[in-house]
């Protein structure tokens, strides 16, 4: 299985809800990330887990809330979005964290997730 | 913050038509990729590049790491209108942390 697979492929929600996005990879990979990207930008980092701990959260407001259940199951959690908020999220996976070998850091994606924050 | 200077930001070309576009940096990086990415769709890897001056083909696509480090390039020969899609490089630095172009826009027009 070489895929990274994100769930739901489409998600609509009003600020007051609460929902989350799912990642899973069975890549045997240590290190899961978290990127947005809006429409023709390049993808911006949001959180790395390494071997299931947070090393890396790029100042991500807190209504964002990753969690790393295992080392092959990726979750953002949302809370009280913004509009603004609504882009394409992307989960990837790399065979080791950050400081890792050039080669075992080669980011594979998922789809994404389509968010729509009314 | 850390950017690549990715162009050009866009290409129309005609089918079988040779595209190429290139990323440039400031900073040295350890490894450079290049990503496409379609409609509806996550980025995809073309081709990984772990060696100053390392040029690599993938079918139609070749690419190159800059011997100074701090540059690559992607050709795509005979274009075809799959090749269609966004094109991103993205440098890895031995911290692990991915920086990416703006991305080249290309379109094949059959």
């Known amino acids: 299985d070489t895929e990274v697979t994100q769930t739901p492929k489409h998600l609509v929600m009003g600020m007051t809800n609460k929902k989350s996005l799912k990642c899973e990879q069975h890549m045997g990979h240590r290190a899961m990330y978290w990127y947005k990207q809006k429409a023709k930008k390049p993808p911006e980092l949001m959180f790395v887990?390494?071997?299931?701990?947070?090393?890396i959260n790029e100042s991500v407001p807190s209504r964002f809330s990753p969690e790393c259940p295992n080392s092959s199951l990726l979750n953002l959690h949302l809370h009280a979005l913004q509009p603004e908020d609504s882009a394409l999220y992307l989960c990837?996976?790399?065979?080791?964290?950050?400081?890792?070998?050039?080669?075992?850091?080669?980011?594979?994606f998922g789809a994404g997730s389509r968010l729509t924050v009314l | 913050g850390q950017q690549l200077n990715q162009s050009p930001q866009s290409m129309f070309i005609q089918e079988g038509e040779d595209v190429s576009m290139n990323c440039t940096s400031s900073?040295?990086?350890?490894?450079w990729l290049w990503y496409k990415q379609e409609p509806g769709e996550g980025p995809v890897l073309l081709i990984a590049l772990y060696k100053a001056g390392e040029l690599t083909s993938n079918g139609r696509l070749t690419a190159q790491f800059g011997i100074t480090r701090k540059d690559s390039f992607l050709n795509i020969s005979a274009s075809i209108p799959s090749d269609v899609g966004i094109y991103f490089c993205a440098g890895l630095r031995n911290t692990g942390k991915l920086i990416f172009g703006q991305g080249t826009t290309l379109q094949v027009k059959p």
């Open positions: 887990y390494s071997y299931e701990k947070l090393s």
């Open positions: 990837a996976s790399s065979q080791a964290g950050t400081g890792g070998l050039s080669g075992a850091n080669v980011l594979t």
């Open positions: 900073s040295i990086f350890n490894t």
